[in-house]
């Protein structure tokens, strides 16, 4: 009887007690251990030769080397963990920003950890203390409000905190957000513009900074462009959510004001605008023109594609990151800074048009 042999070959793979070691990525690469460590570092990189870089970087891929973040973390005294607190992941705005700011994070060694409030005004403090008990560093906050006993709390025990999209009225704390004034000055002017003398703002809540600011800078948009005939109204919403901004425009509606022209506070309070108006009747752009802001992700693929002002919402994550990882530096400048505001652009598109008198709602 033929007898069938099968070769077995043994594969290693590295168990916990058989983990690859720095000692191991330096010995492969020809450094010395501290070198090694540097190297892999993002932090320390330009400490060390690019050509070293990249030879430590290849071996410890070769080896599939895993570094330690415990080990490192009992060396600097820190956890390389950064909470970022949103409000509302679901809303593509926060999910943009959270992005950005783990691109950044996670390259400079540090493990990123989502807390999601859900908009519960409580939510922030019990989620922060958790991740303080944790042993966080630092966070990237942007669920501020605009006077925020736990930012105060925060800042008199010294944790580092970067806020992101929502300012507080004491600025002790490095923010970095968009132009809100000169956004909503954009979507004043291109109204106006299109011949709209009757305007309505669909307002944010005012506890929030967002709110606040894109009422203020509608109101002195107006002040700055007033002409013979013109008429605005400024209605507050309860949230920053599709049926506030229904609630609120069909409010309107059932009321005295008239207007042409709609200004929401941001794309969800347009997209629940948008509905009150259809399900009045009224018609976007012929009877009404609307425009949001923010430029969420496919409010440009709607019927009609929304007029809005594009934040770089990325970007405010990025550096927001970026001011977060100077702060645990100890880098004093950023404080000095205080804020930091990236420009916006209005996107024209189809549900804003030249008005004729005749349709004025």
Request: contains cysteine; aromatic residues 4%; glycine residues 10%.
């Amino acid at each position: 009887m033929q007898q069938s042999i099968v070769e077995t070959r043994s594969v290693a793979y590295p168990s916990l007690v058989e983990r690859v070691k720095l000692a191991d990525v330096a010995r492969a690469a020809g450094v010395h251990a501290g070198t090694a460590s540097r190297a892999l570092n993002p932090n320390t990189q330009r400490h060390v030769s690019r050509d070293t870089v990249r030879r430590v970087a290849r071996a410890a891929e070769r080896l599939g080397y895993v570094p330690n973040a415990h080990a490192r973390g009992l060396r600097t005294a820190r956890s390389y963990l950064v909470g970022v607190v949103v409000p509302d992941i679901t809303n593509p705005l926060f999910s943009l920003i959270l992005r950005g700011a783990e691109q950044v994070l996670t390259t400079a060694g540090y493990t990123v950890v989502l807390s999601d409030t859900n908009n519960d005004i409580r939510g922030p403090r019990s989620q922060v203390e958790s991740l303080l008990a944790r042993g966080a560093d630092g966070f990237i906050i942007a669920t501020a409000e605009w006077d925020d006993p736990l930012l105060e709390d925060l800042d008199d025990r010294g944790v580092a905190a970067v806020l992101a999209n929502r300012n507080t009225r004491r600025g002790r704390w490095p923010y970095v957000g968009g132009d809100e004034r000169a956004g909503i000055a954009m979507a004043v002017q291109h109204l106006r513009g299109l011949g709209h003398r009757r305007l309505l703002h669909l307002a944010g809540p005012q506890h929030l900074s967002t709110g606040r600011d894109r009422a203020e800078a509608f109101e002195s948009a107006l002040r700055a462009d007033s002409l013979p005939g013109g008429d605005a109204h400024v209605r507050v919403t309860g949230a920053f959510t599709e049926a506030a901004g229904f609630d609120g425009m069909t409010a309107v509606l059932a009321g005295p004001d008239r207007f042409s022209g709609v200004v929401a506070g941001n794309d969800l309070i347009a997209l629940g605008a948008l509905d009150a108006l259809r399900a009045a009747g009224v018609r976007c752009p012929e009877d009404v023109s609307l425009t949001g802001f923010n430029d969420m992700p496919f409010v440009d693929r709607l019927t009609p594609p929304l007029t809005t002002v594009r934040l770089p919402l990325e970007e405010m994550g990025r550096m927001a990151a970026n001011e977060l990882l100077a702060l645990l530096r100890g880098q004093p400048s950023v404080r000095a800074r205080r804020s930091t505001l990236l420009p916006v652009e209005l996107m024209v598109r189809g549900t804003t048009q030249r008005h004729e008198p005749s349709r004025t709602t």
